[in-house]
């Protein structure tokens, strides 16, 4: 019989992993928004170390997760959207993206955050220590992922769709 940790274990894996790459494009995005770039890149790592985390906890389980994805190297492309950003600039527009790729980020946030709530019972459940202390270190910075995006939200919202 076959238990539910290894099928959450590889959602919350996949949701690490697309948050890591969503967070980083999203510093990419908005570049000239400072605060946004450092602060999203910095989450990102967050992201990252959970996936490596749960590659490692997911084989304890019978799962060949891959580690997180390798960095991608700056080019062109990176050079490209850095131009791009620029130009955009602060545009009401450029604004109306943030507030949207935000909620994206929140929402990814969130559903990592049921997951991890999920797998916190199950290894409760089970007295699996090994599995509690892997939800006690990762939760807690994916909630804080959260805050980030909805204080953020909060601040860009009022001025930005009042202004168009």
């Given at each position: ?62 799962l ?46 969130a ?28 939760h ?25």
């Amino acid at each position: 019989m076959t238990n539910g940790i290894p099928a959450t274990l590889r959602a919350l894996h996949d949701g690490e992993r697309s948050l890591e790459r969503d967070l980083l494009a999203v510093a990419e995005r908005h570049r000239t928004e400072h605060e946004v770039h450092h602060v999203a890149t910095d989450l990102a790592r967050w992201s990252r170390e959970h996936t490596a985390r749960l590659a490692e906890t997911g084989r304890r389980h019978g799962l060949d997760l891959p580690g997180p994805p390798d960095d991608p190297a700056p080019g062109a492309l990176a050079a490209l959207r850095e131009k791009t950003a620029e130009a955009l600039g602060r545009r009401s527009a450029t604004g109306l993206l943030l507030l949207h790729d935000l909620r994206d980020l929140h929402l990814a946030a969130a559903r990592n955050s049921l997951h991890w709530v999920m797998l916190a019972q199950a290894a409760q459940a089970l007295r699996d220590e090994e599995l509690l202390d892997l939800v006690s270190s990762c939760h807690p910075q994916t909630l804080r992922q959260m805050r980030w995006t909805n204080t953020v939200i909060k601040e860009q919202a009022p001025q930005l769709l009042t202004s168009i």
